[in-house]
C-alpha cells in the first residue's frame, strides 16, 4: 500500500524541508525506515502545525486555527511502500523502532470527476457567461486581472484553450509547477481534462493568471495517465503555499481549483483509522488545505459525480461520497446544474464526510465549451462546475483581495447570495443554492459602501 510517512525529524531539517529555496531529499529526512519502501523521487514536505486560537482541540477543522511553519514545530511528510501482507505489522512496529516517525497516513489515489451518461450538451459557453453577468462583474472591474488561477488536474493546452475562447490568456510558467516524474511544458500538455478546466474557470475571469500543476498525470505501479496520488497534491499545495507568501499581503490573491477526489475506500485505510484520509481531519493533506485557506487561499473542489441518479462507475462508497478535502469546511464544494437550472443527475449529494453541508453551492455544468473531448462532447460533470465558480471567485479578487474580504467572508457570501433550491435554506441536493453572481456584485456594492 502506498503510504504518506510523517516524522520529526531535528530542526535544522525541518527548517531545510520548509525553506523553498534549499533543497532536502528523503534520505535526509529518514535514512531507512524498516519495511518501508521509500520514494526518493517525491521532495519532502513540511507540514504546519494546526494551532487553535481559542485553545481547543488541535485537530478539529471546525474552528479558528492558525499554523506555524517553525522548526520547532512543523513536520515533515515523505512518500513510501510497505507490502499488503506486513501492513498492520509496520503500522504498529513503525513509531516503536523509528522515534521521529508521528503517523503513517492513507496515500490514496485521486482521479479525475468526468461524467456519466451521454446526454448532449444543454446550451453553451455563451449562456454560461449571461448566467454569470460577466458583463456585469467586467463593468466593476471584476476580471481576474492579477489574480492567480491555479488548475490541478492533467496539464493544460494553452493554443487549445485560446482558440475555443477566441482570446488571448495568461499563463505563469514560473509559479507553475510538475510532481516528480512528470515532463512536459506548463501550457503545453495534451489537450484533455485539464484543457476544460483551464477554460471553465475563465469565462468569469478572462483576465486571470493560470498556474499549471498537473498533479493527475502521475502515474502508479498499474495506473492510468489520468489518476495520480494524494501525495502529489500535497506537494502542489505546499509549491502553492509559496506562491501566496510570494504575494504582498495587502493585494494576495490565489485561487485553487480541483476537479479531482478519491473515489474508492479501497486505496485507504478504514474510516476510523489514524491514517484514514476520507474522514479524517488529522490527515496530513486536510491539515494543508486548512493552513493554505488560513494563510488567504480560496481552494474549490469538485463534489463528485456519484449523484444518486446516475453514479460514475468508479464510485465505491455506499454512501456519503462527498470525502475527505472535497467535504473540508474550509474549501467550496461544487455540485452541478446545468443551464437551465436544474441538478444534473450525476452530481454527488451530501452529507459530506469532514463537514455534514455539502456541497456548499452549484455551479453551471454540461455546456457546450471547450471541446476537450471533441466538438459535440459537453464540458460537464462537476468537474466543469467547480472551474466555473472558481472563475467567479477569480473574478471577486481582482477587486476584493483576501486582505479586504478573508476567503471565509467570501464562502459565506457566495452561499448566502446563492439561488435559493429549496424551502429550508439548504439541502444536500444543491447545496445553499446555484450561484448568483448579481447578487455577489450587490452585496459588494453594499458592503463597499458601509465601508466608505
Same mark, same amino acid.
Given at each position: 500500500?502506498? +503510504?504518506?510517512?510523517?516524522?520529526?525529524?531535528s530542526?535544522?531539517?525541518?527548517a531545510?524541508?520548509?525553506?523553498?529555496?534549499?533543497?532536502?531529499?528523503?534520505?535526509? +529526512?529518514?535514512?531507512?525506515?524498516?519495511?518501508?519502501?521509500?520514494?526518493?523521487?517525491?521532495?519532502?514536505v513540511?507540514?504546519?502545525?494546526?494551532?487553535?486560537?481559542?485553545?481547543?482541540?488541535?485537530?478539529?477543522?471546525?474552528?479558528?486555527?492558525?499554523f506555524?511553519?517553525?522548526?520547532?514545530?512543523?513536520?515533515v511528510?515523505v512518500?513510501?511502500?510497505?507490502?499488503?501482507?506486513?501492513?498492520?505489522?509496520?503500522?504498529t512496529? /513503525?513509531?516503536?523502532?523509528h522515534?521521529? +516517525?508521528?503517523?503513517?497516513?492513507?496515500?490514496?489515489?485521486?482521479?479525475?470527476?468526468?461524467?456519466?451518461?451521454?446526454?448532449?450538451?444543454?446550451?453553451?459557453?455563451?449562456?454560461?457567461?449571461? /448566467?454569470?453577468?460577466?458583463?456585469?462583474?467586467?463593468?466593476?472591474?471584476?476580471?481576474?486581472?492579477?489574480?492567480?488561477?491555479?488548475?490541478?488536474?492533467?496539464?493544460i493546452?494553452?493554443?487549445?484553450?485560446?482558440?475555443?475562447l477566441?482570446?488571448?490568456?495568461t499563463?505563469?510558467?514560473?509559479?507553475?509547477?510538475?510532481?516528480?516524474?512528470v515532463?512536459?511544458?506548463?501550457?503545453?500538455?495534451?489537450?484533455?481534462h485539464?484543457?476544460?478546466?483551464?477554460?471553465?474557470?475563465?469565462?468569469?475571469?478572462?483576465?486571470?493568471?493560470?498556474?499549471?500543476?498537473? +498533479? /493527475?498525470?502521475?502515474?502508479?505501479?498499474?495506473?492510468?495517465?489520468?489518476?495520480?496520488?494524494?501525495?502529489?497534491?500535497?506537494?502542489a499545495?505546499?509549491?502553492?503555499?509559496?506562491?501566496?507568501?510570494?504575494?504582498?499581503?495587502e493585494?494576495?490573491?490565489?485561487?485553487?481549483? *480541483?476537479?479531482?477526489?478519491?473515489?474508492?475506500?479501497?486505496?485507504?485505510?478504514?474510516?476510523?483509522?489514524?491514517? *484514514?484520509?476520507?474522514?479524517?481531519?488529522?490527515?496530513?493533506?486536510?491539515?494543508?488545505v486548512?493552513?493554505l485557506?488560513?494563510?488567504?487561499a480560496?481552494?474549490?473542489?469538485?463534489?463528485g *459525480?456519484?449523484?444518486?441518479?446516475?453514479?460514475?462507475?468508479?464510485?465505491?462508497?455506499?454512501?456519503?461520497?462527498?470525502?475527505g478535502?472535497?467535504?473540508?469546511?474550509?474549501?467550496?464544494s461544487?455540485?452541478?446544474?446545468?443551464?437551465?437550472?436544474?441538478?444534473?443527475?450525476?452530481?454527488?449529494?451530501?452529507?459530506?464526510?469532514?463537514?455534514s453541508r455539502?456541497?456548499?453551492?452549484?455551479?453551471?455544468?454540461?455546456?457546450?465549451?471547450?471541446?476537450?473531448?471533441?466538438?459535440?462532447?459537453?464540458?460537464?460533470?462537476?468537474?466543469?462546475?467547480?472551474?466555473?465558480?472558481?472563475?467567479?471567485?477569480?473574478?471577486?479578487?481582482?477587486?476584493?483581495?483576501?486582505?479586504?474580504?478573508?476567503?471565509?467572508?467570501?464562502?459565506?457570501? /457566495?452561499?448566502?447570495?446563492?439561488?435559493d433550491?429549496?424551502?429550508?435554506?439548504?439541502?444536500?441536493?444543491y447545496?445553499y443554492?446555484?450561484?448568483?453572481a448579481?447578487?455577489?456584485?450587490?452585496?459588494?456594492r453594499?458592503?463597499?459602501?458601509?465601508?466608505?
Amino acid at each position: 500500500m502506498r +503510504v504518506l510517512i510523517q516524522l520529526r525529524p531535528s530542526p535544522d531539517v525541518v527548517a531545510a524541508v520548509a525553506d523553498p529555496g534549499a533543497t532536502a531529499t528523503t534520505a535526509d +529526512v529518514a535514512d531507512g525506515l524498516p519495511g518501508v519502501a521509500l520514494d526518493p523521487s517525491f521532495t519532502p514536505v513540511a507540514v504546519p502545525r494546526p494551532m487553535p486560537v481559542t485553545g481547543g482541540d488541535p485537530l478539529s477543522l471546525n474552528q479558528a486555527l492558525t499554523f506555524s511553519l517553525a522548526a520547532e514545530d512543523a513536520t515533515v511528510m515523505v512518500r513510501g511502500e510497505i507490502s499488503d501482507d506486513e501492513l498492520s505489522t509496520r503500522l504498529t512496529l /513503525l513509531p516503536a523502532l523509528h522515534r521521529d +516517525v508521528v503517523g503513517v497516513f492513507a496515500d490514496p489515489v485521486i482521479e479525475p470527476n468526468p461524467t456519466c451518461g451521454g446526454d448532449g450538451p444543454v446550451g453553451d459557453w455563451h449562456d454560461v457567461e449571461r /448566467l454569470l453577468d460577466v458583463a456585469g462583474l467586467g463593468a466593476e472591474g471584476m476580471d481576474g486581472s492579477g489574480v492567480a488561477l491555479a488548475v490541478l488536474d492533467t496539464g493544460i493546452n494553452t493554443a487549445h484553450v485560446t482558440h475555443r475562447l477566441g482570446r488571448d490568456l495568461t499563463l505563469d510558467a514560473a509559479r507553475s509547477w510538475n510532481p516528480d516524474g512528470v515532463h512536459g511544458t506548463p501550457g503545453g500538455f495534451p489537450v484533455d481534462h485539464g484543457s476544460m478546466c483551464a477554460f471553465d474557470a475563465l469565462i468569469a475571469a478572462p483576465r486571470a493568471t493560470l498556474l499549471d500543476l498537473p +498533479v /493527475l498525470l502521475s502515474r502508479r505501479p498499474g495506473g492510468s495517465a489520468l489518476d495520480g496520488m494524494l501525495s502529489d497534491a500535497v506537494a502542489a499545495f505546499a509549491h502553492l503555499r509559496t506562491v501566496l507568501e510570494d504575494q504582498p499581503a495587502e493585494s494576495r490573491a490565489l485561487v485553487i481549483t *480541483n476537479s479531482w477526489g478519491s473515489f474508492s475506500p479501497r486505496w485507504d485505510f478504514p474510516v476510523g483509522h489514524p491514517g *484514514n484520509y476520507s474522514d479524517n481531519p488529522a490527515h496530513p493533506f486536510n491539515l494543508i488545505v486548512s493552513s493554505l485557506e488560513q494563510a488567504g487561499a480560496d481552494v474549490l473542489f469538485a463534489a463528485g *459525480n456519484c449523484g444518486r441518479e446516475c453514479r460514475d462507475s468508479r464510485c465505491a462508497y455506499p454512501d456519503r461520497p462527498i470525502t475527505g478535502a472535497n467535504s473540508h469546511p474550509g474549501v467550496l464544494s461544487i455540485g452541478g446544474v446545468d443551464t437551465a437550472g436544474e441538478r444534473v443527475g450525476y452530481s454527488s449529494q451530501g452529507p459530506g464526510r469532514l463537514t455534514s453541508r455539502k456541497p456548499d453551492i452549484c455551479s453551471y455544468t454540461h455546456f457546450s465549451g471547450s471541446g476537450a473531448f471533441g466538438d459535440r462532447e459537453p464540458d460537464s460533470g462537476t468537474s466543469a462546475a467547480c472551474p466555473v465558480a472558481a472563475g467567479v471567485v477569480a473574478a471577486v479578487r481582482t477587486v476584493w483581495p483576501a486582505s479586504r474580504l478573508a476567503p471565509a467572508q467570501l464562502r459565506t457570501l /457566495l452561499r448566502r447570495t446563492a439561488d435559493d433550491r429549496s424551502d429550508v435554506g439548504f439541502d444536500f441536493d444543491y447545496g445553499y443554492g446555484v450561484i448568483d453572481a448579481s447578487g455577489v456584485i450587490s452585496s459588494l456594492r453594499r458592503r463597499a459602501a458601509r465601508v466608505a
